[in-house]
């Protein structure tokens, strides 16, 4: 792993955001640029950038959907230090989202449904969601294998899984992996359905949390075999050493009170990386702050870790929760953590779980040796997936 | 590649892949959509939750419990499922409430169900199946990857069995935004026009196909040999790219069978012209996407219409030159799009 890219609420770069993850600055406030009926209800953790500033920082064009100039500015700052290098390299692109070009489709479906206009059809041209990923993959001219992963929540650690197996098997000597989602009145209001929207900002892992808040951004890493790393001289930031994607089986859109699809993805990364859970120095928990996630997530790791569980946090009571997003964006996030010794307060957190025999980390930790980090993100479908980052000399 | 089919659940246009009259029905028609004919899904599927399901669930589903039946196993170790479009009645539905109702009162159902993943999470759930799970949303390529993702799970778990589905439904308005964009043909067509004559699109298709896939081999089956993805709006450069195909991996006059995803679109008319005249001028050659349609995984009917040959021939509607004498080399070369695949099976 030799680079990352990140562009979320609380900042447009790695740098910008690790200044906001020391400084306990969350990005979760009221929506400006999501147009929506719930905007004085329900926070959001919002890129607090029009699509034309975003557009203008992608170098695309600003009617396109959201979610591809997220995609771009993050993929932009993760590839562009190897781009001229990397010539002659076999070079692929995962992606992953949930909303597509969702945004545009509101806006053409609003006119199509009472009158059946087609007139801007135009308009649900990038409604997929591997439309996004090509508008991105054409944009940085990648010309390898190029896909897209929608698996709920977590789309984009299964897009870094597949891009570390493609590496290994030796089919690319590249690949940029991670995902991306905007806001869009679709999922805000399919979340308000489920009744896990938080009318304020979210506390996860707090025996009082509310639900979750809804966030975008897009993150992405860039893996290298060594001949690539060798011919781009680039320094390997650490190494993706395992993951799992496992299913919870339970129910469509809530976990299994004891998190069997969590604590099978968690185990499976483990073994995979060839660890023991002591090993693991730094838990990125995808700690929604929703009452049935945390409580299964928070049984799983009792389970599994038992009595020594390391130091976890949420890092989603500063972005809010990205989707198809967050598993690219707390890749980088646990990144950061390795590399600088540092462990992100889990922010707003008060008040113990009932259920928990653990808390999470709630001030800033500095000068930690982090030699291995897990990662989850757990989905609708039952999809569960964790990965598992480790210093390259660990 | 080393993956042998162990069974196969077809719900497509053509009929489904446990019926007797699967692809031996009549294809004549003059329409400008080729509609799934479902199968009873009472016996497995309880009333209440068929109720509720879109078509793209229940045919998910359903191909699964078909193919499952095919391989005699009970439930998958692992699932891969491939759909550009996803779920895209639920999606209306619910987009439509959010419209008319002013974000106001809406219920879950709808968006529940309108998440890509859907199928592939119901599946799991039905079957008890906590495995790996994935659900490729990559437009053409959406099942193509699906399988080659089935090499990398498999590559790390060679014992087990993998469900590998595509699955696309069509409807109202995904059928009349593809004919304003010309992907379908504003005019109706018979299976005549969509093989042997070109025209601005194509003709509405859609269909879920399911099959179980391990690193065991199969003498009474399908070896899944190579798999190969490319985008390229430049005929020329597909047609090389076909070439490069079949240069690693067969001599083209040993190929008994090739399966071409003609789709009368005159925007492909070169590439499989060419293909048909030139690159397999004496081969056996066959089409499919008059007999099930055109949708962004058609190639996942394909893949089931060459395991249906290997047990009971090729159906005449399917032949485009000659019948072949033997299935042992199968090449299909299919596109949606500006989206390409090649695909080489062996039945060696």
């Known amino acids: ?394 | 590649m080393n993956l042998y089919i162990h069974g196969t659940g077809i719900v497509s246009p053509a009929g489904c892949s446990h019926e007797a009259d699967f692809l031996n029905s009549s294809s004549d028609y003059n329409t400008d959509r080729l509609l799934c004919k479902e199968p009873n899904y009472t016996a497995y599927i309880p009333p209440m939750q068929l109720r509720r399901m879109s078509k793209a669930v229940r045919m998910g589903i359903g191909a699964t419990h078909i193919c499952l039946q095919d391989a005699d196993i009970q439930k998958p170790d692992a699932i891969s499922v491939g759909t550009a479009f996803g779920c895209l009645h639920d999606t209306e539905v619910f987009l439509s409430k959010l419209i008319d109702q002013e974000e106001q009162m809406l219920t879950p159902t709808a968006f529940i169900q309108s998440t890509h993943n859907t199928v592939a999470g119901q599946i799991a759930l039905l079957s008890g199946c906590y495995g790996h799970n994935l659900t490729f949303v990559h437009r053409g390529h959406s099942f193509e990857h699906a399988m080659i993702n089935a090499q990398l799970y498999l590559d790390q778990h060679p014992q087990q069995t993998m469900l590998v589905g595509g699955i696309e439904e069509l409807t109202p308005t995904s059928m009349e935004v593809l004919k304003e964009t010309r992907v379908y043909r504003k005019e109706h067509s018979t299976p005549d026009t969509i093989v042997n004559r070109y025209a601005e699109g194509s003709i509405g298709g859609e269909g879920a196909a399911f099959f179980a896939i391990s690193q065991r081999p199969q003498t009474q089956g399908i070896q899944i040999k190579d798999i190969d993805t490319f985008t390229t709006r430049d005929t020329e450069e597909a047609l090389k790219r076909v070439e490069y195909f079949l240069d690693r991996n067969i001599l083209v006059q040993s190929a008994d069978l090739v399966l071409l995803g003609v789709n009368g679109d005159h925007r492909t008319e070169l590439f499989y012209t060419t293909l048909r005249t030139q690159t397999f001028k004496d081969i056996p050659q066959a089409g499919f996407k008059h007999l099930c349609g055109e949708y962004p995984v058609a190639g996942s009917f394909a893949l089931g219409l060459a395991m249906h040959m290997f047990k009971q021939g090729l159906p005449q509607s399917a032949v485009l030159n000659h019948p072949p004498k033997s299935f042992r080399n199968i090449v299909l070369v299919n596109n949606f799009l500006h989206h390409y695949s090649c695909w080489y099976l062996s039945t060696a």
């Open chain 1, 1 to 394: 792993m030799v680079s990352t890219g990140v562009i979320t609420a609380i900042g447009t770069s790695t740098v910008a955001c690790k200044e906001s993850l020391i400084a306990g600055r969350s990005g979760i406030g009221k929506a400006k640029h999501l147009q929506t009926h719930w905007k004085d209800e329900f926070p959001v953790g919002e890129v607090d950038l029009s699509n034309e500033e975003l557009a203008a920082l992608s170098g695309m064009d600003a009617g396109l959907p959201r979610t591809a100039l997220l995609s771009a500015i993050a993929v932009k700052e993760a590839w562009e230090p190897f781009r001229a290098k990397a010539e002659g390299l076999r070079t692929g692109f995962f992606s992953a989202n949930t909303v597509g070009g969702m945004d545009l489709t509101e806006d053409f479906y609003s006119g199509f449904h009472s009158t059946k206009d087609l007139s801007s059809v135009q308009d649900i041209r990038h409604h997929e969601c591997g439309a996004i990923t090509d508008l991105v993959a054409h944009h940085f001219h990648i010309s390898g294998f190029v896909t897209t992963i929608s698996t709920a929540c977590s789309s984009s650690a299964n897009s870094i899984m597949m891009a570390a197996q493609m590496i290994e098997n030796g089919m690319l000597d590249i690949a940029i992996a991670g995902g991306a989602d905007c806001l869009s009145k679709f999922t805000l209001n399919g979340f308000n359905t489920l009744m896990i929207l938080d009318r304020q900002p979210c506390q996860p892992f707090d025996d009082q949390r509310r639900g979750l808040n809804l966030g975008e951004g897009a993150g992405y890493i860039v893996l290298m075999n060594e001949k690539a790393r060798k011919q781009c001289d680039a320094e390997a930031l650490c190494i993706v050493s395992g993951y799992a994607n496992a299913n919870d089986a339970y129910h469509q859109t809530a976990s299994s009170p004891e998190g069997i699809g969590n604590r099978l993805a968690m185990s499976q990364a483990l073994k995979r990386a060839g660890l023991q859970p002591s090993d693991i120095d730094y838990i990125n928990l995808h700690g929604t702050g929703t009452a049935n996630n945390d409580s299964a997530e928070g049984k799983a790791i009792s389970d599994l870790f038992s009595e020594k569980i390391p130091k976890a946090s949420s890092t989603k009571a500063y972005t809010g929760h990205t989707l198809g997003g967050c598993g690219g964006v707390e890749a980088v996030f646990s990144i950061i953590a390795m590399n600088e010794g540092l462990i992100f307060p889990n922010l707003r957190w008060q008040i113990p779980m009932s259920d928990l025999h653990w808390t999470p980390v709630t001030t800033l930790e500095t000068g930690q040796n982090i030699r291995h980090v897990l990662s989850n993100s757990f989905g609708f479908g039952g999809n569960c997936s964790s990965l598992v980052f480790s210093k390259t000399e660990a």
